[in-house]
């Protein structure tokens, strides 16, 4: 009667199942990463926090980003930027309430200039009346549950800093509501987002 043959190492109870684990343990960890790799950027409703103190609190409900930005613009506003050294301009859609409860819908437009004096004129251009705008994007039919098709009493804000324009309107869901004073804070606040939507 010969000698027992001795198992090969990877027969061995502890390394067969030493081994099992560490192929499950490598299946979790790619498809760990694959899941974060295809998150989206923006989660509609999710709270949104921009840097600073926070007078009101926003959640995000759209965004959307493009290099050509004559186009996501409209009038004098598209005219400037289809000629200028615009590049990239990225518009997102936000919700806030007031004291109240009433909601508010809130448009940010960041845009990306090549050098600090385009910034400065397209902010001077698009600040005027009757000179266009970045189109919000209530324009390119986005929407917000439940809130209003258009923006029509809007307040608005609008920042240089460096090379980079952040403007912001704001209205109320009920339509024919105004404070155009309580629209633009709201405005003026959610500038923020400029810092990290750029």
């Given at each position: 009667m010969g000698e027992p043959e001795t198992p090969s190492l990877a027969e061995r109870p502890v390394v067969h199942y030493a081994i099992k684990?560490?192929?499950?343990?490598?299946?979790a960890i790619l498809s760990g990463l694959l899941w974060v790799a295809f998150q989206p950027s923006l989660v509609a409703g999710t709270p949104t926090t921009p840097p600073g103190v926070p007078a009101y609190?926003?959640?995000a409900?759209?965004?959307?980003?493009?290099?050509?930005?004559?186009?996501?613009?409209?009038?004098?506003?598209a005219e400037f930027l289809a000629k200028s050294s615009c590049q990239?301009?990225?518009?997102?859609?936000?919700?806030?309430s007031i004291a109240d409860g009433t909601k508010v819908v809130v448009s940010v437009?960041?845009?990306?200039?090549?050098?600090?004096?385009?910034?400065?004129?397209?902010?001077?251009?698009?600040?005027?009346?009757k000179t266009g705008n970045i189109a919000d994007l209530l324009r390119d039919g986005y929407t917000v549950p439940d809130g209003p098709r258009k923006l029509t009493g809007a307040g608005y804000a609008s920042r240089?800093?460096?090379?980079?324009?952040?403007?912001?309107?704001?209205?109320f869901?009920?339509?024919?509501?105004?404070?155009?004073?309580?629209?633009?804070?709201?405005?003026?606040?959610a500038l923020r987002f400029g810092a990290i939507m750029s």
């Open positions: 684990g560490l192929g499950l343990v490598g299946v609190q926003f959640a409900h759209a965004e959307h980003r493009d290099t050509e930005c004559g186009k996501r613009a409209y009038g004098a506003v990239q301009v990225v518009r997102s859609l936000h919700t806030t437009a960041v845009v990306r200039m090549a050098d600090s004096k385009d910034a400065v004129e397209l902010n001077r251009l698009a600040s005027r009346d240089v800093s460096g090379s980079v324009v952040t403007i912001v309107e704001s209205d869901f009920t339509e024919g509501r105004a404070d155009v004073e309580l629209l633009k804070a709201i405005s003026t606040d």
